[in-house]
């Protein structure tokens, strides 16, 4: 499979999406797997999987549906998780801790490979293997270590500085869950997650539903 065209950044997630689920699909036995079960298990409309799935040149077949392994080979390709990713993550507080700790990164290619922080009380100590080098080191390391991917988990006035030591290591994509808007050249690539607006959305959808009623399932 050969993607034909350009891909809208709004598919990204979902690609993202059937390919876990085409993996869980995997392990238990299944061999293929038809647009409306897939459509079903992502909770997805079959309309837009189908179309999503176009994107990467695969439109299954009719009354057959898709065959599991060169689906998730086509998406992984896509994804360009077709070799392992180095990832550097800056700000070793609580939530860097369990990102350091979270074994699904490993699983999909991504390797945690250089941890970083201010704390001259975690500066020079291993968590998960990797010791911990202060952030000024980071334009040193990343190169050395090939990072390809920074994640930026420190507090929210470190932030901005801990990203511009990642952009000018060469990092051209960066994962932020600081609460602040990064400001980065045009070349770079910036995802920001923030649970705190995340919370904030799903408390406005339980505000839509009366006692007793079900929320609809929501992927973006």
């Keep these: 499979m050969t993607r034909e065209r350009s891909i809208p950044e709004a598919a990204l997630p979902r690609l993202a999406l059937y390919l876990r689920v085409l993996g869980e699909l995997t392990e238990n036995g299944a061999e293929r797997v038809s647009s409306d079960e897939l459509a079903s298990a992502t909770g997805v409309n079959s309309a837009k999987l189908r179309k999503d799935l176009s ?25 360009g998780l077709t070799q392992n990713r180095s990832v550097a993550l800056v700000g070793i507080g609580n939530l860097g801790h369990a990102l350091v700790g979270y074994s699904g990164f490993a ?41 390809t991917i920074g994640v930026v988990a420190t507090p929210g006035q470190a932030a901005q500085g801990a990203c511009d030591l990642l952009v000018d290591a060469g990092v051209r994509c960066i994962l932020n869950f600081a609460p602040v808007v990064l400001q980065v050249p045009s070349e770079v690539d910036v995802r920001k997650v923030d649970l705190a607006v995340e919370l904030q959305i799903l408390s406005f959808h339980a505000s839509q539903h009366g006692p007793g009623t079900l929320p609809r399932v929501v992927n973006r």
């Design 107 to 147: 699983e999909r290619g991504f390797r945690i490979s250089a941890l970083f922080d201010v704390d001259p009380d975690l500066v020079g100590i291993p968590i998960g293997g990797i010791v911990v080098e202060h952030t000024r080191r980071i334009p040193e390391v990343c190169p050395e270590r090939g990072v």
């Design 55 to 79: 994107y990467i040149g695969s439109n299954g077949t009719r009354g057959v549906g898709y065959e599991i392994a060169p689906l998730m080979h086509a998406l992984e390709g896509t994804l």
